[in-house]
C-alpha cells in the first residue's frame, strides 16, 4: 500500500486499530509520530524505555506484551533519534511473541544496508514499512507499507482515494528508473558519517553514538545542548536539539550529514564554539 509519506501509512494503521482493543506499544525515545498520532486519533499508547545504550530492554518488552497485549507495535529499525539498529533476534523474538500487528519501519534502511522484508513470508503479523523522504526525496511524500494482502485489504479501506497524486506518481516513476543516483548518494552519506563520526569523537566533552541513518546523535557533557544549538544557528547552521532533561536525551543534539562542504563548516563551527566556551 503506497501512502502519503509514510507518516499517512502510520496514521492508517493506528486508525485501524479498535479503540477498545490492546495499546500501541512501542520503544521510548523513537520517531514522535507513534505517539502523537495515537494520541490523536485516541488510542492507548504504551512506550518502554531503551537501555542507556539505546538497546531494546528485552525482557521489559516481552513483559509488557504480555501484561498488556498490544494490538500493534512500531519499531523504527534503524531507530529515530538515536540512529542504532536494534538487535534483529530480539525484533524477531518481539514479532514472534506479539499478538497483534508489528510495523517495522525501515525509513533509514538506505543507510543501514539491512531489512527484515525477507521474514513477511515467516511472520503473517509482520509490516514493514518504507519510505524515499531519507534517500533525498522528502517532498515527494512517497511512503510504502509492504505486508500479507489480507491486511493490506482491510487497510486500504481507510486509505483515501487519491492520496497519492498524479504528480507524485510520475515523479517517483522517474526517481525509481534512476535509482542508482539515488543509491550512491546514500553510499556518500554513509562514508561521510564516519568522518564526521572520527572527528566529532576527537572534540572534547562530547559523547558520540554510533549511526546506521544519516544522522548522528550526541551528547554534550561540558557546554549545555541549546548553547551548542544556538551557537550554530548564530553560524547559519541548523541541527536538532533532542535534549530532553531526565531522559536519555539529555543533553543530546542531532546532526544530519550534509555534504562534504556542510559537514566540513559544522565540525569547524564545533571545534570553534567549544574552543572558545570550554
Ligand atoms: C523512523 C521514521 N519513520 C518515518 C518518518 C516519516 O517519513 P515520511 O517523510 O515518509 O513521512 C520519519 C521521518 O523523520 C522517521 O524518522
Known amino acids: 500500500m503506497l501512502g502519503n509519506g509514510s507518516d499517512e501509512l502510520i496514521q492508517i ?4 486499530l479498535s479503540v477498545e482493543a ?8 523513537t520517531f514522535i509520530m507513534y505517539k502523537l498520532l495515537s494520541k490523536v486519533i485516541g488510542k492507548q499508547y504504551l512506550e518502554v524505555p531503551l537501555n542507556a545504550d539505546f538497546s531494546l530492554n ?14 500493534c507495535i ?9 540512529g542504532n539498529l536494534f538487535d534483529e533476534q530480539q525484533v524477531l523474538r518481539i514479532i514472534a511473541s506479539a499478538p497483534g ?7 533509514y534502511m538506505p543507510f543501514a544496508g539491512v531489512t527484515l522484508i525477507d521474514r513477511l513470508v515467516d511472520f503473517p503479523n509482520l509490516l514493514v514499512m518504507r519510505t524515499l523522504s531519507k534517500a533525498g526525496l522528502a517532498g515527494l511524500r512517497f511512503g510504502m507499507l509492504f505486508g500479507h494482502q489480507s491486511w493490506l485489504d482491510e487497510l486500504n479501506k481507510i486509505r483515501l482515494p487519491f492520496n497519492i497524486n498524479s504528480l507524485t506518481q510520475t515523479s517517483v516513476e522517474f526517481a525509481l ?8 548518494n546514500a553510499q556518500k552519506i554513509v562514508e561521510e558519517r564516519s568522518r564526521v563520526f572520527r572527528q566529532l569523537e576527537s572534540l572534547p566533552g562530547l559523547d558520540v553514538f554510533p549511526s546506521d541513518t544519516n544522522f548522528i546523535l550526541f551528547r554534550t557533557n561540558l557546554l549545555e545542548a541549546e548553547q551548542i544549538f544556538e551557537s550554530l544557528l548564530a553560524r547559519n547552521i541548523l541541527i536538532k ?5 531526565d531522559t536519555l536525551l539529555d543533553q543530546c543534539l542531532r546532526v544530519t550529514i550534509g555534504t562534504d562542504v ?17
Not at 13 to 16: F, K, L, N, Y
Not at 74 to 82: C, D, K, M, R
Open 13 to 16: 494503521v493506528i486508525q485501524s
Open 101 to 107: 500487528l508489528v510495523v517495522i519501519d525501515e525509513a
Open 22 to 29: 490492546g495499546p500501541v506499544l512501542s520503544v521510548s525515545p
Open 241 to 245: 536539539c533532542v535534549h530532553k532533561p
Open 262 to 278: 556542510e559537514n566540513d563548516l559544522f565540525l569547524d563551527s564545533m571545534r570553534d564554539i567549544l574552543k572558545e566556551n570550554i
Open 58 to 71: 528485552f525482557p521489559h518488552i516481552l513483559e509488557q506484551i504480555k501484561q498488556h497485549k498490544p494490538v
Open 74 to 82: 512500531f519499531l523504527a529499525y534503524p531507530n529515530n533519534p538515536t
Open 177 to 184: 528508473d534512476h535509482y542508482d543516483f539515488f543509491q550512491d
